[in-house]
């Protein structure tokens, strides 16, 4: 076998690395004995060397199945992916497992990876094994492929590439080489959407996600998966006195950083980022404005979502984001009612505390939403709570019903409102 020990200077120590939480777990699983044909790889023997946590450990076994069988693993097969062993425990979380032949063949395993830095071996006694010298990108913070054919093996990977670009790592000349050097829209049409939007999701927790964005744009990839982003260049974000920005992407891109230093939660990073997806559907003759793109983005928030194989929570934050965004910005022009119809919008779309970021990202100048606290509880605020019997309510028609609780919450509104100016 053609590894090697390599001597790297990322944050462990070769004793610290021996030493390491996961390793001393992994270790009673097997026989001493066998320490030296089972090896952690990939992201997890990345973590580790940079210091870090994994959640999912992944393992290269060079033993017969049977020998893992008989430690409680079971084997699975996925839907798109060869069989694997799986094993979990309180302690360790989920393992997932992978016979090879022999120690010859875990060079051909970590050489098949996506980037270098991922093809790293481990194994239970501490020795690293790094033929593609990935710990010297490690060091560098860069995505070098491991072959020519990285991409072509997994389209997926080009995504990956341009999330990890998102929380940092530069991409090596030899990766920027391989994305040029091919037009990947038809090979990426078969990709199952399921796999673009988990990395999109990932890339939305990461320090800069619009990199993400501004990578598929750079490359062309992704046209036919997203091609929302590819048309957001081309549309004004609005009337230049307001939006000296120019065009949508770039509008988007500032909303989401906005974003990102007010909220880690993915989800309200990409209803900032996707914020004005109504003005996608603006007649162009109509440019610069975007009048009704509020209530265009609500109704097209919900198809949009259901094509990315989103979950309900943030199709749902979308579609109220969009509709909401407006009237906020507007927050000082407002009359209570429509205050808290605003609240109550926000509560069904689960944005309550994204509205307020949204607005102070979208019109930074703005004056903000100061009341927004108590406009959101007078929202909240039950047909009891407020004083209404049931008695009353069934005397009353359901639009007078509604209207009713509507005037009840505003009076509470200025209520606390005044007790708080006094």
């Known amino acids: ?55 999912d450990l992944d393992l290269v076994v060079a033993l017969p199945e049977q020998e893992l069988l008989a430690r409680r693993f079971r084997p699975v097969t996925p839907k798109d992916a060869p069989p694997i062993l799986l094993y979990h425990s309180p302690n360790l979380g989920k393992v997932e497992a992978t016979c090879i032949g022999g120690l010859a063949d875990l060079d051909d395993d970590l050489r098949r990876r996506d980037f270098t830095v991922n093809a790293l071996a481990l194994d239970l006694e501490g020795k690293l094994y790094d033929p593609l010298k990935g710990t010297d990108d490690l060091n560098l913070r860069q995505l070098r492929p491991c072959s020519g054919d990285t991409f072509k093996a997994d389209p997926t990977r080009l995504f990956r590439a341009f999330r990890f670009a998102a929380a940092g790592w530069s991409l090596a000349p030899q990766t920027v080489a391989l994305i040029a050097s091919e037009d990947w829209n038809e090979c990426l049409q078969q990709l199952p959407i ?5 990395e999109m999701s990932k890339a939305f927790a990461q320090p800069d996600p619009a990199i993400f964005f501004a990578l598929m744009l750079q490359f062309n990839v992704g046209r036919s998966l997203l091609p929302e982003l590819f048309r957001m260049p081309q549309i004004p974000a609005g009337p230049p006195e307001h939006h000296p920005e120019g ?35 603006t007649d162009p003759a109509l440019y610069p404005k975007h009048h009704g793109h509020d209530d265009a983005g609500f109704a097209m928030a919900p198809a949009f979502c259901k094509r990315l194989a989103l979950p309900a929570a943030w199709r749902n934050a979308l579609a109220w984001s969009s509709r909401l965004h407006g009237p906020a910005n507007r927050w000082q022009e407002t009359r209570d009612s429509t205050r ?50 049931a008695e009353q309510l069934e005397k009353l028609a359901p639009p007078e019903r509604g209207a009713l609780i509507l005037q009840k919450r505003v009076e509470n509104l200025r209520r606390v409102r005044r007790e708080k100016v006094l």
């Open 247 to 281: 065009d949508l992407f770039t509008h988007n891109c500032e909303v989401l950083a906005s974003m990102v230093a007010q909220n880690p939660e993915p989800r309200a990073r990409f209803c900032a980022f996707f914020h004005d997806l109504g003005k996608l559907a």
């Open 1 to 55: 076998m053609n590894s090697q020990v390599y001597d790297y200077n990322v944050n462990l120590s070769a004793d610290k690395l021996a030493a390491s939480p996961a390793l001393a777990l992994l270790r009673p699983l097997f026989p001493a004995e066998l320490h030296d044909r089972i090896f952690l790889v990939g992201g997890a023997v990345r973590d580790l060397l940079l210091g870090q946590e994994s959640v």
């Open 340 to 389: 808290i119809r605003i609240a109550t919008g926000a509560i069904k779309g689960g944005i309550s505390e994204i509205l307020p970021q949204l607005t102070a990202a979208d019109w930074p100048e703005g004056p903000g939403m100061p009341d927004w606290p108590i406009a959101l509880a007078a929202a909240r605020l039950s047909s009891t709570q407020l004083g209404i019997s």
């Open 194 to 198: 399921e796999r673009f939007s988990a």
